[in-house]
Antibody, heavy 117, light 109 residues
Framework: QVQLVESGGGVVQPGRSLRLSCAAS????????LHWVRQAPGKGLEWVAV????????YYADSVKGRFTISRDNSKNTLYLQMNSLRGEDTAVYYC??????????WGKGTTVTVSS | EIVLTQSPATLSLSPGERATLSCRAS??????LAWYQQKPGQAPRLLIY???NRATGIPARFSGSGSGTDFTLTISSLEPEDFAVYYC???????????FGQGTKLEIK
């Protein structure tokens, strides 16, 4: 079945870096755009970034532009989010999601990132 | 940046009642609007895409309507499992983005 599994979350100090991964299975990975979406504790959903099916186009929320980089490896069926210069407000559950018919349709269970000294 | 405003923030209803949730955009998004359901500790679940199309496996009691700046999610007769938080999301081509509304909590009365 279609599945997305995030990993790489953890506790990190402010100003440091972290890379999240999202492993996909059950569908043709290279045919879909992919998203990262986050949710701070007790808060709503915040869209973070999207990457096109071939990696040629990438777009970011203003809150992460210049600090986060989305990428993908279609040979490994894996999506990445490189997060640099982390801040306390980046603390959240990070979800990866596949886009189908204009919107994210399949979501992973999420990985938790905590930015704290 | 397009801002989505959902109302009400909290909706208290009983099973069997009809629920009407609203999402208003700060500028036209055409029909590029989706609705999600999220239960505690779970990932969001896509309900409606492109304003009025039900996603795969979504019961017929869920329906979406609207275009431009005003959108509505209707649940015709609430089941116990429908009590959750609902988010709308828009997709804009310029500037490219996919912002969410702040959510509506549907709670049991």
């Amino acid at each position: 079945q279609v599945q997305l599994v995030e990993s790489g979350g953890g506790v990190v100090q402010p100003g440091r870096s972290l890379r999240l991964s999202c492993a996909a299975s059950g569908f043709t990975f290279s045919g879909y755009a992919l998203h990262w979406v986050r949710q701070a504790p007790g808060k709503g959903l915040e869209w973070v970034a999207v990457i096109s099916y071939d990696g040629s186009n990438k777009y970011y929320a203003d809150s992460v532009k210049g600090r986060f980089t989305i990428s993908r490896d279609n040979s490994k069926n894996t999506l990445y989010l490189q997060m640099n210069s982390l801040r306390g407000e980046d603390t959240a559950v990070y979800y990866c999601a596949r886009e189908y018919d204009d919107f994210p349709d399949v979501w992973g269970k999420g990985t938790t990132v905590t930015v704290s000294s | 940046e397009i801002v989505l405003t959902q109302s009400p923030a909290t909706l208290s209803l009983s099973p069997g009642e009809r629920a009407t949730l609203s999402c208003r955009a700060s500028q036209s998004v055409g029909s590029y609007l989706a609705w999600y359901q999220q239960k505690p500790g779970q990932a969001p679940r896509l309900l409606i895409y492109d304003a009025s199309n039900r996603a795969t496996g979504i019961p017929a009691r869920f329906s979406g309507s609207g275009s431009g700046t005003d959108f509505t999610l209707t649940i015709s007769s609430l089941e116990p499992e429908d009590f959750a938080v609902y988010y709308c999301q828009q997709r804009s081509n310029w500037p490219p983005g996919y912002t969410f509304g702040q959510g509506t909590k549907l709670e049991i009365k």
